[in-house]
């Protein structure tokens, strides 16, 4: 069981993200999935959305002081085991997590891993960032543990479009030399694939570069919102565990799927991967 003994602390993990209005994605699905996840769920967020089942009407930033102060506030009196990034919004924002995370031992050459999933679009392809913030994120991307693009943000941050499983190779390089250490590139949207074989790049604690393929079902439901997000949190709670990446992204793997199988309608769009568990 992934249930903490009660009267201790839990595993402790960190979501600096957006907020669905609409309950289905960003920090509302990180934080249900850290609890599922037997994990102590803490969220620094970055923006609010204005968004339902239909999509994201817009977006309004928090104060980069209010982002980074969430960050220190929990990081310094609580102590986190994981962090994981999703919607940042702006340059500006992206920048000074970068930073603090730094400064705060988060991310690669600290004690801390973190997750960067690019949150650029919503599924509806609504902007869930400002144009000017792409290059500030394939910075960010230097600091990370695992980075886990899909096959858009692939194309908006490298300009390589994947048709086939080979081409999701070449993105992982691609990705890869941007700098983060591990790479997990999400197949979701070669609908070519029946097998929707996610591929893992990254190198090994012996220096040795390592890929791994991660086959799963492919679902014919259209309620797949959130789903990203879901899938970075349920990893994150698995680093928080103190799992390495290539297990806790198996682990991440498993429980998205069995999200979708679970997933719901909901209002008149699309609904959200979720699970009651
Ligand atoms: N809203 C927020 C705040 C998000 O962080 C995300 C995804 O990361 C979305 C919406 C979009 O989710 P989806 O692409 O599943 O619609």
Same mark, same amino acid.
């Given at each position: 069981?992934?249930?903490?003994?009660?009267?201790?602390?839990?595993?402790?993990?960190?979501?600096?993200?957006?907020?669905?209005?609409?309950?289905?994605?960003?920090?509302?699905?990180?934080?249900?999935?850290?609890?599922?996840?037997?994990?102590?769920?803490?969220?620094?967020?970055?923006?609010?959305?204005?968004?339902?089942?239909?999509?994201?009407?817009? #977006?309004?930033?928090?104060?980069?002081?209010?982002?980074?102060?969430?960050?220190?506030?929990?990081?310094?009196?609580?102590?986190?085991?994981?962090?994981?990034?999703?919607?940042?919004?702006?340059?500006?924002?992206?920048?000074?997590?970068?930073?603090?995370?730094?400064?705060?031992?988060?991310?690669?050459? /600290?004690?801390?891993?973190?997750?960067?999933?690019?949150?650029?679009?919503?599924?509806?392809?609504?902007?869930?960032?400002?144009?000017?913030?792409?290059?500030? +994120?394939?910075?960010?991307?230097?600091?990370?543990?695992? $980075?886990?693009?899909? +096959?858009?943000?692939?194309?908006?941050?490298?300009?390589?479009?994947?048709?086939?499983?080979? %081409?999701?190779?070449?993105?992982?390089?691609?990705?890869?030399?941007?700098?983060?250490?591990?790479?997990?590139?999400?197949? %979701?949207?070669?609908?070519?694939?029946?097998?929707? $074989?996610?591929?893992?790049?990254?190198?090994?604690?012996?220096?040795?570069?390592?890929? $791994?393929?991660?086959?799963?079902?492919? #679902?014919?439901?259209?309620?797949?919102?959130? /789903?990203?997000?879901?899938?970075?949190?349920?990893?994150?709670?698995?680093?928080?565990?103190?799992?390495?990446?290539?297990?806790?992204?198996?682990?991440?793997?498993?429980?998205?799927?069995?999200?979708?199988?679970?997933?719901?309608?909901?209002?008149?769009?699309?609904?959200?991967?979720?699970?009651?568990?």
């Amino acid at each position: 069981s992934l249930r903490p003994a009660p009267g201790t602390t839990p595993a402790r993990a960190l979501t600096i993200a957006g907020s669905d209005s609409g309950g289905g994605a960003g920090v509302q699905a990180d934080l249900r999935t850290f609890q599922s996840c037997g994990v102590h769920g803490m969220s620094a967020l970055t923006a609010v959305t204005v968004q339902n089942s239909v999509g994201v009407s817009g #977006f309004h930033e928090i104060p980069v002081d209010t982002v980074v102060g969430q960050i220190e506030a929990v990081v310094t009196d609580i102590g986190v085991d994981a962090a994981k990034t999703g919607m940042l919004a702006s340059a500006e924002i992206i920048r000074a997590v970068d930073d603090t995370c730094r400064r705060l031992g988060v991310g690669r050459g /600290g004690r801390v891993p973190l997750v960067v999933d690019p949150v650029a679009a919503s599924m509806h392809g609504d902007p869930l960032l400002r144009d000017n913030a792409l290059d500030a +994120l394939r910075e960010l991307f230097a600091r990370a543990t695992l $980075v886990t693009p899909n +096959l858009d943000e692939v194309r908006l941050l490298t300009g390589i479009v994947a048709r086939d499983r080979a %081409g999701l190779v070449d993105a992982a390089k691609a990705v890869h030399a941007l700098g983060p250490e591990w790479v997990l590139i999400k197949a %979701g949207h070669l609908v070519d694939d029946p097998d929707c $074989v996610d591929v893992l790049r990254g190198v090994d604690a012996d220096g040795e570069p390592r890929l $791994v393929e991660l086959p799963g079902p492919r #679902f014919a439901t259209p309620h797949t919102h959130g /789903g990203g997000d879901t899938l970075a949190s349920a990893i994150t709670s698995a680093l928080a565990r103190g799992a390495d990446v290539v297990d806790a992204v198996r682990f991440g793997k498993r429980y998205v799927v069995r999200a979708v199988r679970e997933s719901y309608p909901l209002g008149s769009g699309i609904g959200p991967v979720s699970g009651f568990w």
